[in-house]
């Protein structure tokens, strides 16, 4: 029969589990996003030299054709998948491409960074769920065999 000590001991062993992967979801799921506004070329400022999208890797020409053949509407990537000359985090902002003869706006923002209470949060999450696993785990391996 199980006792009501290896009970407690396996819930702390699962709670501990879901802390861990609460932690590690918020730590691993950064993302970055882009979101486009079609401009004139009038709009620019004489300091702001478009990047052309010809000019991007494969990868980055697929973010940006998504980005800007959705205006208004949010892309979002992983890490992966961030447009080399753009910048994200506290560096982001507004970039400009061109192509063709259209000239769009990206914003690109977020999940570059988590805002620090985001962080602090999930490495309390980290900390507590490996407690917990461990404190859960030591006490069911030490009491297996007790009744």
């Known amino acids: 029969m199980v006792s009501r000590a290896q009970l407690a001991h396996a819930a702390l062993l699962v709670v501990g589990l879901l802390l861990l992967l609460a932690g590690v979801s918020l730590l691993g799921g950064a993302e970055y996003t882009h979101v ?3 401009i004139d070329e009038s709009d620019l400022r ?9 000019s991007l ?3 980055d020409r697929e973010v940006v054709a998504a980005t800007v053949d959705a205006p208004g509407e949010t892309v979002a990537v992983q890490a992966d998948g961030r447009v080399d000359p753009f910048h994200y985090g506290d560096a982001s902002g507004d970039h400009y491409v061109v192509r063709g003869d259209d000239y769009y706006r990206i914003t690109t923002g977020g999940g570059g960074v988590l805002s620090g209470a985001d962080e602090i949060l999930a490495w309390i999450l980290l900390a507590f769920g490996t407690l917990g696993v461990l404190a859960g785990g030591l006490d069911l391996w030490r009491h297996r065999g007790v009744d």
């Open 36 to 38: 486009a506004a079609p």
């Open 46 to 54: 004489d300091d702001e030299d478009p990047i052309p999208v010809e």
């Open 57 to 59: 890797s494969e990868a």
